[in-house]
């Protein structure tokens, strides 16, 4: 027996508000991920949707922009959806970005772990890709390595199969 909601958002038999679907390991995390909604989003410009087509096009799309237009978000956006499609046998992301502060301004000696010290640079990342999924299917992913992100300085000799690559600020790289 299948129960409709009031107004309100509650399940009229007990009055509480409906549990969003556990997401408790990768398989999990996959699973929503794949019945997720993926329709595209309204572009604000040509350009933006030019971008998007190009990603599907291409194995290799670079896109130059001024801040803000929205070049990381149609990124993160296709590689999720790509991630989520039974069509394409894509079974990660890659993030990489390299890790220079702005005008090489020092932040300091981090402890921790190499993901505690690139955390911080991946800050604009986990924003996008949370709004997208949501938190718990993104620290699945995370924690089931199927987000991961890889230093440049680590990319030497890697073969990477099956992967959708996001390089971002290129332009803070050297040649």
Do not use: H
């Amino acid at each position: 027996m299948t129960s409709k909601k009031n107004g309100n958002g509650k399940c009229p038999k007990c009055a509480t508000t409906p549990k969003s679907q556990e997401c408790n390991n990768k398989r999990q995390a996959l699973s929503q991920l794949k019945r997720k909604r993926w329709t595209t989003f309204k572009f604000l410009n040509e350009k933006q949707e030019e971008f998007y087509k190009e990603l599907d096009k291409n194995i290799i799309t670079l896109c130059t922009g001024p801040a803000g237009t929205g070049k990381s978000f149609i990124s993160i956006y296709y590689a999720l959806r790509q991630l989520a499609s039974k069509e394409t046998p894509i079974d990660g992301i890659i993030l990489c970005r390299p890790l220079i502060t702005v005008d090489n301004e020092g932040i300091g000696f981090l402890p921790g772990t190499l993901e505690d010290k690139v955390d911080p640079y991946m800050m604009a990342y986990w924003q996008i890709i949370e709004k997208l999924v949501g938190k718990a299917v993104f620290q699945r992913l995370i924690e089931g390595e199927v987000i991961k992100v890889i230093p440049v300085a680590f990319f030497r000799g890697i073969t990477l199969d099956n992967k959708v690559v996001l390089y971002d600020e290129a332009q803070n790289s050297t040649s």
